[in-house]
């Protein structure tokens, strides 16, 4: 849930001296070819809900005549089983178009019907069309500056009460959902609006990776227990590539060599794309382990790291780890088999994701590092060149320890048994954010749903005849608490 890696698409890039010892550094971000965007495009048009845009204003924290500036947020609805008065279950836009999320959380469409529910999935502002000063709006740190997740929790509290208003159904009980990002945004909307929200599934939500509540090794230490897991093999020659490639790379016409190697559409400028390329295939792969066939990121079969390791340890020995770990991240590219070349350093922001980079270098600082133990190239966090990259970029030095300052963190098990209530946090242990998750129960009311073989926020993902029984018995657990909290709203609203 989730620093360095593409300008646009990841979060953000660490200086160019260090980029070549690290791997990349990544919160939840999408990376696509060609042929995967049209199918994630017709994908959206499929989505069953209707757009609407809601007149927001820029500020909800001051009262400067600017601060009153109307932007058009915009929402999907779906109201096919909702009926007044029934609950409306509303999902906390991430750091993208709110149709690529609300075409992978199906489980929402999934339940709908069973509590006879309106669906609300709201757009994140600066994201997707959601933009305050169109596109001037990330031109400085004037403009881009009222991107933070305090403004977006407003905007969310602001357009639930709105809509309700709107429907004649004040008494309908809401309940938030989020994953990833989007679920820390649910669980942080329960503790801050708990007047509108009745309750949060937060799923994959990495709220604990904050200042030093837990190790900074902990994301890459995930990933690389993930392969690890599957095959030993398949882990150390992952682990030894990188050495191979650093070494081809030095030699003269090195760089020409690696981009005929890994079939790049143009050639490489710097072994810092193809290793980033590389490394981004392994983390996503370890976050998106479903147990099923999926097309969120990119097309993938079911259990892709073990299918990664088995092109891995298939190979004769004669193969270099480097042509290994290059065949393993095609699946990752390539796995519908429609790519020619791979477009390494240059990729298009299709969903809107670039707003991402702000946020990392203001708010959402996450320290990691990589140990001797995991699989990529060992690396410490820099905290003063991160920051000295951020002011070079944006003008702006980030804040550490806001988010726990906000909205907590430290000593979470004390401070929410207290106060806290009506929160799931769910995690799935091959995920590598859940390291950073809420992973045992606080209260009665604020569990843990933990599964050995969940990805990141799969259980928000669409039931499927394929599903595992441990997916169909967590979902289950799920509804099951939501109907408590909605059952419990109502007996209390009965004279």
């Known amino acids: ?64 005549p600017k601060s009153y500036k109307i932007f058009y947020q915009k929402y999907l609805i779906n109201s096919q089983f909702w009926h007044h008065g029934a609950p409306i279950f509303v999902y906390t836009g991430n750091e993208g178009d709110i149709e ?71 008494a309908s009980p809401v309940v938030v959902f989020g994953g990833s990002y989007g679920g820390m945004l649910a669980a942080w909307f329960r503790l801050k609006y708990p007047h509108i929200a009745i309750g949060a599934l937060a799923s994959s939500a990495p709220i604990l990776h904050f200042d030093d509540i837990i190790p900074q090794t902990s994301f890459y230490d995930a990933v690389s227990q993930d392969f690890k897991s599957v095959s030993l093999n398949c882990y150390q020659v992952i682990k030894g590539s990188w050495a191979e490639l650093q070494a081809l790379s030095s030699q003269t016409q090195g760089l020409a060599e690696l981009s005929k190697n890994f079939k790049s559409c143009k050639g490489l400028h710097s072994v810092d794309a193809a290793q980033n390329w590389l490394s981004s295939a392994f983390i996503y792969t370890a976050m998106v382990n479903y147990p099923t066939e999926a097309n969120f990121m990119t097309h993938l079969p079911a259990y892709p790291v073990k299918e990664m390791c088995k092109i891995i340890d298939a190979l004769p020995p004669g193969e270099t780890k480097l042509s290994k770990a290059f065949a393993a991240a095609s699946l990752y590219y390539n796995y519908s088999q429609t790519e020619k070349c791979f477009d390494i350093e240059h990729r298009s922001d299709t969903h809107g994701l670039s707003g991402w980079n702000w946020q990392a270098c203001t708010e959402m600082v996450m320290p990691m590092s990589c140990s001797n133990e995991c699989m990529f190239t060992p690396f410490s966090y820099n905290y003063d060149a991160f920051a000295e990259q951020c002011m070079k970029t944006y003008g702006v030095t980030p804040r550490p320890h806001w988010i726990t300052t906000e ?89």
């Open 407 to 495: 909205f907590g963190g430290k000593h979470i098990e004390e401070t929410l048994k207290r106060f806290g209530s009506n929160i799931i946090f769910s995690n799935g242990l091959q995920d590598p954010w859940s390291r950073g998750g809420v992973l045992k129960n606080i209260s009665a009311s604020i569990v843990a749903l933990v599964t050995e073989e969940g990805a990141h926020h799969v259980d928000f993902r669409s039931a499927t005849k394929d599903d595992p029984d441990w997916l169909v018995e967590q979902r289950r657990q799920e509804v099951d608490i939501i109907q408590s909290w909605i059952s419990e709203y109502y007996a209390d609203l009965r004279p």
């Open 100 to 170: 690529w999320f609300a075409a992978n959380t199906g489980f929402l469409l999934d339940i709908a019907p069973k509590f006879r529910a309106l669906l609300v999935f709201i757009e994140h502002r600066y994201y997707g069309e959601s933009l305050p000063f169109g596109e001037d709006s990330y031109n400085s740190p004037e403009t881009v500056g009222y991107l933070n997740s305090q403004q977006a929790l407003a905007d969310y509290a602001v357009l639930m009460r709105s809509l309700k208003q709107n429907l004649s159904s004040e």
């Open 1 to 64: 849930m989730m620093i360095a890696l593409f300008l646009s698409l990841l979060l953000f890039t660490l200086p160019a001296t260090l980029a070549s010892q690290s791997p990349p550094v990544f919160f939840p971000r999408a990376t696509y070819q060609s042929s995967s965007l049209k199918q994630n495009e017709n994908t959206h048009t499929k989505v069953p809900f209707k757009t609407q845009f809601f007149p927001q204003i820029l500020d909800h924290f001051t009262y400067n």
